[in-house]
């Protein structure tokens, strides 16, 4: 699979945060989902992928083409969904799609009027008056009627209830069944990634933290838990991050044969990727504390 | 793409559009009621700041409001240069709308003179000086600082023009009277040109430097 777009060296300082030295690809008809905890630096990494801030050094590039000097040639190809907030609410979703229309090449109207229709959108409603479900839809509508090869989403399943993240979802499907595209989304809800996603990249402290396939990630990952007995400084080592309580020691670890040849008797489940995004964070927490 | 941008500033202070154009036909024939020896100039230059300072502050207020919205317009294809100019286009053609509304007042009110293209000229210079200072101040210091400088320009602007038009000052205006029309009309022009680039330039650079959040 070639790569839709790679960013390099990106790095970037606001304040006391910066990001450091982001590197990573996403492969082209894949779902990544961009994860980390909150501040760890996926809307600044997304914000300067889209030039919306201006980084210090790196490269991005999407289908091979740089991003510097052929920025809008790029965005034309790009269809993008940000959080919340990000339209004139007294204009009506006519109104606002007429201003942002004309910015596309490629804007096919019959497609936005399929999608409205699809997500039942009346085009003569003021943007104030949709529900924050309502509102991405319309969002996604508007992002998917250019023939976007990439579509960048921030956060977009935030504060949406199930069946609207669940359509959400098939949308993505739909838009992937198509061929030849991609989806980058950032998120904090990690269980819709379980259902969609087929990369994850971990982001943390303005760090990338890994960058594998979804299925991959989950098999190399295990959850032991068990009797603190079984602990001692060997046996720590096997683990990204260790909880303990009376009852007994939950941990996450990579090195599942080791545990399984050196400790007896423990119990061995498989995580999600909250699981194993919350243990990388606490343990790059505890090596920085 | 511009003419697009334009139409979005004013779509978003529509609701404002229609009362400014009402202002701005009505200040010339109030100040002809108020004061009838210099109502033609004054009234005009009075219309022109309020229309066009009133609205570029309505549509500073709404993207002060969604901030957001300007941060979606600069991740699409438009190049955040198209943005600024936006702006000044915005202005350029309130003040067009506001030459043939006082045209029409002169029309029906013959007591507020003719409307000259000297007039407009000299006029459009003040505009376009004070504009200039306005937008990058408006991109470099942020909305609410600019206010500022828009409030004093709006406090200042009738306590100006009815200096300036007094008749005990006419004399100090008298050196135009010596000039052609097609000469002040040609100095207008290359000063408000000259202003209106060196303050989209660095309108501009002020605007491609700041993180959009």
Same mark, same amino acid.
């Given at each position: 699979m070639d790569p839709i777009l790679e960013v390099s060296g990106l790095n970037k300082r606001y304040g006391d945060f910066a990001l450091k030295d982001i590197s990573f690809c996403l492969p082209e008809g894949c779902i990544t989902g961009f994860v980390g905890i909150n501040g760890a630096g996926k809307t600044t990494t997304l914000r300067s992928i889209l030039g919306l801030t201006n980084k210090v050094s790196g490269s991005i590039k999407f289908f091979g083409t740089d991003m510097d000097g052929n920025e809008n040639k790029v965005k034309d190809r790009m269809g993008i969904v940000l959080d919340e907030?990000?339209?004139?609410?007294? #204009? *009506?979703l006519s109104e606002m799609k007429n201003v942002i229309a004309p910015?596309?090449?490629?804007?096919?109207e019959q497609d936005f009027t399929e999608y409205l229709e699809r997500f039942s #959108?009346?085009? /003569?409603? /003021?943007?104030? *008056? #949709?529900s924050k479900g309502m509102r991405m839809k319309y969002a996604l509508a508007l992002a998917l009627s250019h023939k976007a090869e990439l579509l960048i989403m921030d956060e977009p399943t935030n504060g949406l209830d199930p069946l609207v993240r669940s359509q959400l979802l098939n949308i993505l499907k739909d838009y992937m069944a198509k061929g030849g595209k991609g989806v980058f989304f950032s998120t904090h809800i990690t269980s819709d990634l379980e259902k969609i996603a087929d990369m994850l990249i971990m982001i943390d402290d303005g760090q990338i933290v890994f960058q594998e396939e979804k299925d991959q990630l989950l098999d190399s990952c295990r959850i032991i838990k068990g009797s *603190?007995? /079984? #602990?001692?400084p060997d046996t720590r080592k096997y683990f990204l991050t260790i909880e303990e309580n009376a009852f007994g020691f939950t941990g996450i670890t990579k090195q599942t044969s080791d545990v399984v040849e050196h400790m007896q008797d423990v119990l061995i489940e498989r995580p999600t990727i909250e699981d194993i995004m919350l243990a990388n964070a606490e343990r790059r927490k505890k090596n920085v504390v | 793409m511009l003419f697009s941008l334009v139409k979005k500033d004013f779509l978003i202070v529509k609701k404002y559009v229609g009362i400014m154009l009402v202002a701005s036909f009505l200040i010339p024939p109030v100040m002809l009621w108020r004061t009838?020896?210099?109502?033609g100039a004054m009234g005009f230059t009075l219309a022109v700041i309020f229309s066009i300072f009133m609205l570029t502050q309505y549509v500073s207020l709404k993207e002060y409001q969604y901030p957001k919205a300007t941060t979606l317009l600069c991740a699409l294809p438009y190049p955040r240069k198209m943005i600024v100019l936006s702006k000044y286009c915005f202005c350029l053609i309130i003040y067009a709308a506001c030459c043939l509304i006082f045209g029409i007042d002169t029309l029906i009110f013959p007591g507020l003179g003719i409307f000259d293209i000297r007039m407009a000229a000299i006029i459009f210079l003040v505009i376009t000086i004070l504009l200039s200072f306005y937008f990058p101040a408006l991109y470099k210091l942020g909305y609410e600082k600019a206010k500022f400088l828009f409030v004093i320009v709006i406090m200042a602007s009738p306590i100006l023009s009815a200096f300036l038009f007094k008749p005990e000052n006419a004399v100090r205006f008298e050196f135009l009277n010596t000039l052609s029309t097609t000469k002040i009309l040609i100095t207008g022009i290359i000063v408000s040109l000259a202003a209106f680039s060196i303050s989209a330039i660095l309108s501009i650079r002020f605007f491609e430097k700041r993180d959009l959040t």
């Open positions: 907030g990000c339209f004139y609410d007294e #204009l *009506t910015a596309y090449k490629n804007w096919c #959108l009346n085009p /003569k409603q /003021k943007i104030n *008056t #949709l *603190t007995e /079984k #602990l001692n | 009838p020896e210099a109502a």
